[in-house]
């Protein structure tokens, strides 16, 4: 499977918009701390902004939402194997990316036989408080010869000046957050991505 090599992650339907309309191929809504009703909202606005522009959305965490909005694919991490029910995303037909941060989390992400792995944080990352270190591209080069074809996503402290170094080391995907919303020019920084990931 080839997926789209800029992978951007962000908090609101209406970034989701802004990046497909851009021509952003693949993104993932990350939604924290929020109502029920308003979740579902969010994530349908999001996936009809998909739609609308030929883009593939991830949903994280939510995969009840997912599976009821008829969502393609889902991202869980290794908190969410815990809760959420594999057999019922595989029934739905989701496709499933992984979060992994050690050789045990690989383990287990490889068990339920992803459609991709992400491995981070690969620099230090301000978006949350991380109990791991900083995984560098050597370890992106070991993901990359453990996973075989498995399509293997950087995510963590990425930077349109970083991603080249990840593909370098195989990473297939970059995943950006704050290096977008952060920016003074996001719409100029997306197009920056797209550009170096083209």
């Given at each position: 499977m080839t997926l789209p090599r800029f992978y951007p992650v962000f908090d609101s339907a209406a970034w989701v918009a802004r990046a497909t309309a851009l021509g952003v191929g693949l993104v993932q809504i990350r939604l924290k701390d929020m109502p029920e009703d308003a979740l579902r909202t969010e994530i349908a606005t999001a996936l009809e902004s998909c739609r609308h522009d030929g883009a593939l959305l991830v949903v994280n965490d939510y995969w009840q939402h997912a599976i009821d909005l008829r969502a393609e694919w889902v991202h869980l991490g290794q908190e969410d194997l815990d809760t959420a029910d594999i057999a019922a995303i595989?029934?739905?037909?989701?496709?499933?990316?992984?979060?992994?941060?050690?050789?045990a989390e690989l383990d287990r992400a490889?068990?339920?036989?992803?459609?991709?792995i992400a491995l981070g944080p690969v620099y230090p990352t301000i978006l949350k408080q991380m109990p791991w270190a900083p995984q560098?591209?050597?370890?992106?080069?070991?993901?990359?010869?453990?996973?075989?074809?498995?399509?293997?996503c950087a995510i963590g402290g990425m930077s349109v000046q970083r991603a080249p170094g990840a593909f370098d080391a195989g990473a297939d995907m970059v995943a950006?957050?704050?290096?977008?919303t952060?920016?003074?020019?996001?719409?100029?920084?997306?197009?920056?991505?797209?550009k170096v990931c083209a």
């Open positions: 595989r029934r739905a037909g989701i496709r499933l990316g992984i979060s992994t941060h050690d050789e490889l068990s339920f036989s992803p459609s991709y560098g591209l050597d370890r992106l080069k070991t993901w990359r010869a453990r996973i075989g074809d498995i399509p293997l950006a957050v704050t290096d977008i952060l920016n003074d020019d996001p719409d100029a920084r997306m197009r920056a991505w797209l």
